[in-house]
């Protein structure tokens, strides 16, 4: 391990001068010192600024960091400074672990020998934040009594896991207590140990510390709390009810009530009376004084002199938003019974607003990259990127089930199609970004009652090639160059669509984007993915895997030429076996009175990452957005009715069929994807498609609405910072009917959910949630109940909100 500081930093500053001397009896300012972390630097840079200020001037300052980095930094001022600030730049050895904490400290003195005292800042490697281990209760300063017992509650979180969670103690009492938790191992715990005070303990001052270790074995030390011991003798109390808080403040550094609260939020109360707590609860109202609309009580033996308990809420509202008021009590050994408390000593009554909606934490800890709603099923599903798995939630009783192991990194998901109505099979199609396969889980299948994963589809390797006409650098004659193009094939997003015959589905066509890797072949390199369909029907058998037709790669809105340069096309797919090969794309075929082939654009075949997908619910079309902070970025749209062109018009007017047809007319043409760019020259940050696929949404700076042929229809006034929309499952275009079909669902850069009208283009309703919407929203309609589903990611988990059917529009 090393380290190197700044090239700005200098050991000394300024010149000498023996004036600058401060008399230290008229000096009593200390100087101030800051520590703030550079973030966005490489794996194994700790990078941060010290800034130091004086009245009147500095005179030293001293940094150290030990762990993953040992530092140690002095300067001595010569002149007046009274503002400066330093940075630094430290390396870590490559070989040190990601997560690896770093403790800074650092001091500055004045010249009167002023202090600023020590300032700490933890770090860590590999751009993770650094593990976090503190007590969430009781708070310091509280009592405890000889004879009874103090319930501690622990909270760890840790990028590289918490191995496990401990708390030791110096004073009357000498604890060394630690949980080791088995695998799966998560971010973020809580832990909880009684406290028992003996009766002989000597009354003082119990320092309680935590600690916590996490996957690497690397133990954090929390700050410290301290507890009061005391006799009985010295008793005579009234509760004092600490702090409550409801779980959308889980882990926050305030315990306070939240604004914003759901009907079946939890209220977490603390109480602490030297005598011992025997009751915890609390009580809700709809008005000041009013009549109790929703209550709950905890009853304890009294032995605890510090007892928390969280209770789950039961709001019998319906309608959002709704304000309440909410009070919370205890009651000690004695009898003694007490409301919290404002610090002018009146009854502390807090008012919330319940909104819609459920939000639940992923059991296990993880990410979730998508979600689908099975109507057959009545249950969500959502692929846990970070844990190979499937989320498995109930509706029926708003629970997550056993999860569904699949491939590495799942990413986006589907169902298996049925029909033109929208009926959903009863198999999962799961893309694997970490492989190059697809999981296909049966939901009957399996004994836990949520499904297994019973056939991993594997995905071909599709090679592009470019045939160009180049001037050799020996013979300086021209001849033709091919050049070999190699993509990851890991899937990303899925979108299901068929081909039907009589309205029944014959043939799943799973189309899909690819997620990039560096090592794609230039230009390529940097994070371009691409758009195919696979036929699953058809590559499951034999034949399939040597058909040219089993595969697609949409190279169509790449068509045409550059300027000055011209790729002639060749595309062969090689089936995951590597035996058998396709030529997808030939160069120049036979054809009547000539050759045919494909030119096109070749730096416009790669899409930047990540490119968004989306089926139509009746599995006719798809729609895809090139993702990347970049304006101008593109759409595509697929339609698998369409087919290939098996002809096309030559030079004199004739018709001319193709031996091979290579050309899926269902893709976007490059004039209607460069049609969408001038229209619209936007970030693309999320995309929807209605339930017959008449109308997208691309999500950007507005929401633009476009026709299958990309043609835009209208803007939506959406915020700009949120990706997240979905339209009403059974919106049928711009004249669905009846009118609250033709609706849509946004994210909002405020904590509620925008409805906006796909006709007119007016927002027409709100829906109020608890937390801002960050990831991706989903809709669907719940056949059982009538009501509709909305499914959305936020900071603290996934939120379902089941609400009724009634949103409708006053446009005309």
């Known amino acids: 391990m090393w380290a190197a500081v700044a090239a700005s930093i200098s050991l000394v500053v300024g010149a000498c001068n023996d004036n600058t001397s401060i008399d230290p009896q008229r000096d009593r300012v200390p100087p101030t010192l800051t520590l703030t972390p ?20 500095l005179k030293t300052i001293h940094v150290q960091a030990i762990g993953a980095v040992g530092f140690v930094f002095d300067t001595v001022f010569t002149s007046a400074v009274t503002d400066i600030q330093l940075p630094f730049t430290l390396f870590a050895s490559r070989v040190v672990p990601p997560g690896t904490p770093v403790t800074i400290t650092a001091t500055a003195y004045d ?7 020590v300032d700490t800042l933890v770090m860590a490697t590999g751009n993770l934040p650094p593990p976090e281990v503190r007590i969430l209760s009781p708070f310091s300063g509280s009592s405890a009594v000889v004879g009874k017992s103090i319930l501690v509650t622990v909270m760890g979180k840790a990028a590289t896991k918490v191995r496990s969670l401990g708390l030791m103690s110096t004073g009357p009492v000498i604890i060394n207590d630690s949980l080791v938790y088995s695998s799966p191992l998560l971010d973020s715990l809580t832990f909880q140990d009684t406290v028992a005070i003996p009766a002989n303990a000597t009354p003082g001052t119990l320092t309680l510390t935590p600690f916590l270790r996490d996957s690497l074995n690397q133990r954090t030390v929390g700050p410290s709390i301290t507890i009061t011991v005391q006799t009985a003798a010295q008793i005579n109390s009234v509760p004092v009810v600490n702090a409550y808080c409801t779980s959308s403040q889980a882990f926050d550094n305030a315990c306070g009530h939240g604004k914003r609260v759901e009907v079946t939020d939890t209220v977490h109360v603390e109480a602490d009376d030297p005598s011992g707590i025997s009751e915890l609860g609390y009580e809700v109202r709809s008005t000041v004084g009013g009549p109790i609309d929703d209550s709950a009580t905890f009853l304890s033996n009294g032995q605890l002199t510090f007892q928390p308990h969280t209770f789950a809420m039961r709001l019998p509202y319906s309608a959002f938003p709704t304000t309440a008021y909410i009070q919370v009590f205890a009651r000690n050994s004695n009898g003694v019974r007490a409301y919290a408390k404002l610090s002018s000593g009146a009854d502390r009554i807090d008012t919330v607003v319940v909104v819609a909606g459920v939000t639940r934490p992923l059991p296990v800890g993880g990410q979730v990259a998508d979600a689908l709603y099975h109507q057959g099923r009545d249950r969500l599903y959502l692929t846990n990127l970070t844990r190979n798995q499937v989320e498995v939630f109930s509706l029926t009783d708003s629970s997550f089930k056993a999860p569904v192991i699949v491939g590495s990194r799942p990413w986006g998901l589907t169902s298996w199609p049925r029909d033109r109505n929208g009926t959903q099979g009863d198999t999962l199609l799961i893309a694997n970004s970490g492989g190059t396969d697809i999981s296909y889980v049966d939901l009957n299948a399996g ?16 090679i592009v090639y470019s045939v160009t006409t180049v001037t050799s650098g020996t013979s300086g004659l021209p001849f033709q160059q091919l050049s070999r193009y190699d993509f990851s094939d890991r899937p990303e997003f899925l979108a299901a669509t068929c081909i039907v015959a009589g309205g029944v589905c014959t043939e799943t066509v799973l189309a899909y984007t690819t997620t990039p890797t560096p090592g794609q072949t230039p230009p390529f390199n940097t994070l371009n993915g691409t758009i195919r369909w696979e036929n699953l029907t058809q590559g499951i058998t034999a034949a399939g895997k040597s058909d040219p037709h089993t595969s697609h790669f949409f190279f169509e809105p790449a068509m045409g030429q550059s300027a000055g340069r011209a790729d002639t096309l060749k595309i062969v797919r090689f089936d995951a076996n590597g035996v058998d090969t396709a030529v997808m794309v030939p160069y120049n075929q036979p054809v009547a009175g000539g050759f045919y082939s494909v030119t096109v654009r070749l730096p416009e075949l790669g899409y930047r990452d990540t490119t968004f997908a989306r089926n139509s619910g009746s599995f006719q079309r798809a729609i895809f957005g090139e ?24 030079l004199t007017g004739a018709t001319v069929a193709i031996p091979i047809p290579v050309i899926d007319k269902g893709v976007s043409p490059s004039t209607a994807v460069s049609d969408f760019i001038a229209n619209t020259f936007a970030e693309v940050k999320g995309v929807a498609i209605n339930f017959d696929g008449s109308l997208s949404a691309i999500r950007a700076d507005s929401t633009y609405i476009l026709n299958p042929l990309l043609r835009l229809q209208g803007v939506l006034n959406t915020t700009v910072n949120n990706a997240g929309l979905d339209f009403h499952p059974l919106n049928t275009g711009p004249n669905s009917f009846p009118l609250n079909t033709r609706l849509l669902f946004a994210a909002s850069s405020e904590p509620q959910i925008d409805i906006f009208d796909t006709h007119c283009y007016q927002r ?3 829906i109020p949630i608890r937390d801002p919407i960050i990831g991706p929203i989903k809709a669907a309609y719940r056949l059982s109940t009538g009501q509709l589903v909305l499914v959305a990611a936020t900071a603290r988990g996934v939120v379902i909100a089941q609400l009724p059917n009634t949103f409708t529009t006053t446009c005309p």
Do not use: C, H, M
């Not at 297994?452 to 599709?462: D, G, H, K, Q």
């Not at 698998?640 to 002809?647: I, P």
């Open 764 to 766: 027409v309703s709100t």
């Open 447 to 462: 004994t836990s009652g949520s499904g297994a994963e019973v056939f991993r589809y594997a995905l071909p390797n599709i």
């Open 111 to 117: 010249g009167a020998g002023n202090s600023s005292g």
């Open 38 to 57: 550079i973030t966005g630097r490489p794996d194994t840079v700790i990078a941060f600024t010290t800034e130091a200020k004086d009245n009147l001037g």
């Open 627 to 650: 993702g990347g902070s970049v304006f101008g970025s593109r759409a595509v749209s697929y339609d698998a009715d369409r087919g290939f062109a098996t002809t096309f018009t030559d």
